[in-house]
Structure formats: C-alpha cells, structure tokens
C-alpha cells in the first residue's frame, strides 16, 4: 500500500511539475545557454575548436545556480503533502527523485548539441559518459542542498536567494586559494566543497568513487537534515531510538564522504583507455630485476590548486603496484631546503605560478617532478601536471635505464635554416620526450667525422645547401647501419618569412639519393580540399579574413599519423613500383591534386597568395590538375639499399622520406596553432622517430596518449558554413520550439 502511494505522490509531482511554465522555461534556456558558451563563447567555429567536451559539461554548474534553486521552489500542489499518509522521510525522498528527475531531464536537453558536435571531430565517448554521470550526482547532491534550505527557510524567495548564493560559493570554491591567502586546512575544505575538483576526473573520462562517495553522501546527509527540520518544524518528539536515527543517519553519510579517499577505485573510460596501465608497461616492468625508486617531488601548493595533479599520484600509486620490485615516494620540497638543492642536481627547475591576493600579484615557486633510479642511474621527468602522458613518459625512461642505452637523434638542418631559430622548437620538444639531441652542422669542415662517429636516428630537414661532401657522408652513415634516417627533403625552396614565394632548390642531393632508391619527385607541389583554415590580414591590415589554404594540405588520423599532421608546399610522391623496398607512409585526402609548377616564372613557379587561391575556389587557379584521388605524401624504404655516392650496401635500411622540409617549422607550426596551439607535427616527429629507433611499441603507447579534437571531418569551406547554418537552427531555433510546442500541449490540456 505505501509502496504504491509512494509512487502515485512521486508520479503527481511529477505530471504537475511537467506542466509548469517555470519548467518549459528552464528546459529552453538550458541547453541554449550551454549552447552558447560552448559554440559561441567558445569560439567553436572560428578556426579553433575543440570536441572536446569538458568546456561544454563544466558550464553546467554555473546554469545550476538559477536552474536547481527554480526547480526546488515549492509549488502550491505541494500543500496537500501532510495529508498523504507517507513518513516524512518517504515524502522528502519522493519529491527529492521528481526534482532529480526534471534535472536528468535537462541533461537530456543536451545530447543533441553532443550529437552535432560529433559532425566536425570525434568526441571521446568515455568523457560523454563519465561527465553525465557525475553530473547527475552533482544534481542529486545540489538538489538536497537546496530542499533542505526550502525546508529550513521558511520565505520562498529568501530560500531560493540564499540557494543560490550558497551554489555560487561551491561553484568557485577552488579559485579562493589563487586569490586569497589562506590556512591550509581551509584550502583542503575549500577543495572538497569545490564541483571542479570533483569533476577533474570525470572530465577526462574516468569514474572515480572518491567524486562519486562524496556527492552521494552530500545528497544523503542533506535529505536525513531535511527530514529532521520538518519533523522538529511539526513539534515531534522524538523517542531515543528515533534520535539515534536521525543522528546516526548524517553521521553515516559524513563519514562516507570524509573517507572516500581511503578506498576507492578508478576506472578508465577515455578514449583508449588513456589513463589506464597497458599490456606493454606491465612487460616493461616485468623485466626489471632491480629494486626502482620513483620519487614524485610535489609542491603542496601545487597539490592543493590543481585537481590534475591528484591523477598523477594516482597514476604513479597503480603504476608501482604492478611489482613488488618498485617503490613510490612522495615527498614536498617546500618544506626541505635540501630536497630543492637536490632537485637542481638532476637538473630539475622549479616552475612559476601566478597567483592574485587583492591588489597584488605573486608568483609560488612550485614542483612537479619525477625522478626514476635504477642500478645507480637516474631518469627524471621535469615537470608534469597530466597523467594522460605519464605512462608513456614512465615507460620510456624505465626502457633506457633497463636497457643502458640512450634514445640519441642527430639532427641536421640543410636548407640553410637554423635549430636555433627556424626549427627553435624541436630540440626542447624532442628533450622532453627523452631523446637525447646531437645537433651537426653542415657549415662546420667536421661535419662528416662527427658524423661517422655518431650513432641512432639520423633527422634532417631539407637539402638545398647540402653539398656532394655533406651529402656522401649522410649516405655512408645511412648504408653503415649506424643508425635509420628521417628525411624532410624537398626539391623547392620556400620564401617563408616573406613572399612565401616557391623556387627551386640550389642543391637536390639527396633528392637524387633518394629516388636512386625508387622515389621520385615530379615538378609539382599538393592541392587538397582538405587544408589548413588560416587567419590573414588584409592589405591594410584593419580586418582579418578566414581562408582555406589548399596548398597546406591537411592530413587525417590514419596508421603513420594518428593524430593527422600539416604539410607545408608539400611534393607528391610517386614510387617505383617494381621496388619492393619502396611503401607509402602518408597519403593525401581523396580529393588531392598537383599543382604544376610554372617554368616561365623561376622566381615564382606556384602561386601562393591565399586571396588569390580563395578567390578561384583553391582548385580553379592555373595550373592545377583537374584529376583528384589519393596521393602520396611520406614514403618508407626498408631492406636491401645500394648507395649512388659510395660502394656501400645495407640489408636492413630504415628510412623515412616527407617531401616537405618546414612540417616542424616554428614559424610555420605558428600559422596553424591558433591560440592553443597545434602540437600534431611534432607528435608525428616523436612517433616516426621512435619507430626509427626500434621502439616500435612505445611509438604506439605514444600515438594514445593525445586524442584529436580538431574539426577534421569538415574541411569543405561551403560544407562548414552550411553545417554551422544547421547547427544553429536545430539548437536555438527547432528545440526551444519544440520545448514551446510541449509545454503548451501540457498546459492547455490541463485546462480542459
């Protein structure tokens, strides 16, 4: 009989609750206005955005603060409450879940925007389902927060005032800290009232009981408060078995919450499974046969800030459970002056954060760093606040102490370029992915020596100012077996800080080494639909104008470049195909062309100017092919190899051929970079050197660790405006509509 009434008094306020004009109106400004901050406020479609769907879920608090509160106010259907013969308990619960339910309702008001999201890139499909999860928690415990102040305030709109103003204090409780100086116990209270602490980790698709216990619990504790209110409100008294009850209750829910972090588990929904201990890193630690010691140097400023940082003691924690073998220690250098001298032993810096308290700005010296030793050596990782890295990070460093042998790359820059300046990013990129860098000059009369005498990796980027001298010698390093080789080469040469002008290259030396071993460079340079989108100035350089750049040919996720890559004046390839040391390695979109090179203008032999390409559609201008397909934009070698400069052999080449020498250009990488920057280049860099260095597996680990969130699938000017056309109508025109349409049916059926 109660479980029946139960359902018919949940069932009434719901229907009632349904009909409400207040509700359509919450249910319209909803998913609108999280529409807003996300394509809009975002800037989604400027050039810039992201699938990625933690700005999106993260607004959803901020709406709660109105959104919860208006749910919760009580309504005139609810003065009929004392007379339904239900505990108080049962009716508080009851319309606890209809209020939970119009939440849920809301969430679903949202699936439509993910949905559109997913037309323009991939959504990672374990942080859809993570954040909603802990956004109903959110919900559930925010909804008893505010029916318990509704039962404890008794003017409506005071309730509903103090609802939000309390929500406001929960929703920025983490930044009191960066702005306020305060005592640490009062920064760790803060932390746990804060939402976006408890959200970091489902954000990044993981679903973490200790988020989860404490919402839970928060919920609980504040529906037994609810409870207690009315029935002391009604003048009941209270036997002692009742007492304990209502005293025990809220304690059982405050200590579930405080004890959360004492056993809890984590599980893994990111795409891949990003943040999870893979099959590789379990062999890897397998073969370890001496104790390893990773020491986690975290600043406790750091710890209490940062929600990020609490995933890579985590990660570190599970990481060393895998054996026996290794021990973790965390240690706070802010509180040992001996710890920080150490630190800068290894070389380890500390790092700057800024923080604001009234009117002035200070900066906290903080670490994050991680040092491994094994056998008497040391591997440290400088400084991290992810752990989406981290175990690739882990795994590469562990690898080399194993093994004793260190990751080296040689790079030579040989298009009269600079490391220093042109290509400023690769060795600090490549640093901090564990390669040790051996820079060789050209220019320097050793070059050849030291050449001979290195070992690993050989990088170089274009060969225009490489001489036959320089260029025997790379071949003989080649042919030893000393080391596998990239080659960025092109038979073109760039204006790139200027006209960006396209002419021959002075030199093609190891152009002609190359296509000795079956590659051939024909006189043409890359058209595809599928190019960058670039911001230029006009000529009077008061307005900006969005251009698709055919000659920039943007590449999609596929197997040598998992996160997809950007080529500059990028030659086709065509390879003999009686060679079976020759493969493709990076192909073109399907709807790629060439571009042939004007002879009658040396000075120019491509027309680069973006407004001109623009102006004729970017594949209407002279000279380009009128035939589009697939064409090859990075090709392999491997196996049997006879030299063209030396009488020289090898069985067991490795070589890696992109036609384009400015891929790992700064100032290149600058145009397409936006204001967040696109590291997918030097990704791609990472990965096809580790493969040329026999870590195949680790190349592998490395390609998971970043997802893609760029609007890849739409690369069509006319197809993005007309897709940004329909994404506006269905989000802020068909649905609140809809919404409308609904809320009227409810409303004039309840009339009759």
Not at 341 to 370: D, F, H, N, P
Request: aromatic fraction near 12%.
């Amino acid at each position: 009989m109660k479980q029946s009434t139960f359902k018919s008094f949940l069932l009434h306020n719901l229907i009632n609750s349904l009909k409400s004009p207040a509700f359509v109106i919450i249910s319209i400004l909803f998913p609108v206005i999280t529409a807003i901050n996300y394509f809009i406020r975002g800037q989604f479609f400027t050039g810039s955005g992201t699938t990625d769907l933690v700005l999106f879920f993260s607004a959803v608090p901020y709406l709660c603060i109105i959104a919860i509160p208006a749910l919760c106010y009580k309504l005139s259907f609810s003065v009929y409450d004392d007379f339904i013969p239900l505990t108080e308990l049962s009716k508080q619960t009851a319309v606890f879940l209809t209020r939970l339910i119009l939440f849920c309702i809301q969430l679903l008001l949202l699936i439509p925007a993910v949905l559109l999201v997913n037309l323009y890139g991939k959504t990672d499909g374990g942080q859809v389902f993570t954040s909603f999860i802990c956004l109903i928690f959110y919900g559930a415990a925010v909804i008893a927060l505010c029916s318990f102040i509704q039962t404890t305030v008794a003017n409506k709109i005071s309730s509903l005032i103090i609802s939000a103003l309390i929500l406001v204090i929960f929703n920025t409780a983490h930044l009191f800290a960066l702005y306020v100086q305060l005592p640490s116990f009062l920064i760790s209270f803060f932390r746990l009232l804060s939402f976006a602490w408890h959200f970091d980790a489902a954000g990044k698709g993981i679903f973490d009981t200790r988020d989860i216990l404490w919402l839970a619990g928060s919920a609980a504790l504040f529906i037994f408060l609810s409870d207690s209110v009315v029935q002391i409100k009604k003048g009941r008294r209270f036997n002692t078995s009742l007492k304990i009850k209502h005293i025990l209750l809220p304690v059982i829910c405050l200590l579930t919450m405080l004890n959360a972090n004492r056993w809890y588990t984590r599980i893994d929904f990111s795409q891949n499974r990003t943040y999870s201990i893979l099959k590789y890193s379990k062999t890897l630690i397998s073969r370890v046969e001496s104790p390893v010691k990773i020491t986690y140097y975290r600043s406790s400023a750091i710890a209490r800030l940062y929600p990020q940082i609490r995933d890579v003691a985590d990660f570190l924690t599970e990481y060393a459970a895998q054996s026996n073998k290794i021990n973790l220690i965390i240690k706070d250098p802010d509180k040992d002056a001996n710890i920080r001298t150490m630190l800068e032993t290894y070389g380890i810096a500390s790092q700057q954060l800024r923080t604001v308290s009234g009117t002035s700005t200070e900066y906290l010296t903080v670490y994050s760093a991680i040092v491994i030793e094994y056998e008497g050596n040391a591997e440290t990782i400088p400084f991290t606040m992810a752990a989406n890295t981290l175990e690739y990070d882990l795994d590469g460093r562990l690898r080399h102490l194993i093994s004793g042998t260190a990751r080296t790359v040689n790079i030579v820059a040989g298009n009269g370029l600079t490391l220093s300046d042109d290509y400023s990013y690769v060795i600090p990129w490549l640093s901090s992915q564990g390669f040790i860098c051996n820079p060789l000059y050209i220019e320097d009369p050793a070059f050849a020596e030291n050449l001979a005498s290195a070992n690993g990796p050989l990088l170089v980027f274009g060969d225009s100012e490489i001489k036959i001298e320089e260029a025997i010698a790379i071949e003989d390093y080649i042919l030893s077996g000393k080391g596998s080789a990239l080659l960025a080469i092109s038979p073109y040469v760039a204006d790139i800080e200027n006209s960006w002008y396209i002419t021959a290259a002075p030199r093609t030396n190891l152009i002609e080494m190359v296509e000795n071993w079956g590659i051939r460079f024909p006189a043409q340079i890359t058209s595809d639909i599928s190019c960058a989108r670039i911001t230029m100035y006009a000529d009077d350089n008061n307005s900006t104008q969005l251009l698709n750049y055919p000659l920039w040919p943007v590449l999609m996720q596929q197997k040598n470049a998992p996160l997809g890559i950007t080529l500059f004046w990028v030659t086709p390839l065509e390879l003999d195909s009686e060679n079976k040391t020759v493969s493709p390695y990076l192909l073109s979109s399907s709807a790629a062309t060439g571009y042939d090179e004007d002879k009658a203008s040396p000075e120019k032999l491509f027309e680069t100017n973006p407004f001109l390409l623009a102006e004729n559609g970017g594949s209407g201008f002279s000279g380009a092919g009128t035939d589009r397909g697939t064409m090859i934009l990075g090709a392999e070698i491997q196996g049997n190899l006879e030299g063209l400069f030396n009488a020289e052999h090898s069985e067991n080449s490795h070589i890696i051929v992109i036609p384009d020498q400015y891929f790992a250009s700064t100032l290149m990488n600058g145009y397409i970079g936006g204001d967040s920057g696109d590291y997918r280049n030097f990704e791609f860099l990472t990965n096809v050197l580790l493969k040329l260095n026999g870590e195949e597996e680790l190349a592998a680990l490395q390609s998971r660790t970043t997802r893609d969130t760029s609007l890849y699938k739409v690369t069509d000017a006319v197809q993005f405006n007309t897709l940004r056309l329909i994404t506006y109508i269905i989000l802020f025109v068909i649905i609140p509509l809809l919404l409308i349409a609904v809320g009227v049916f409810f409303n004039v059926k309840r009339q009759k």
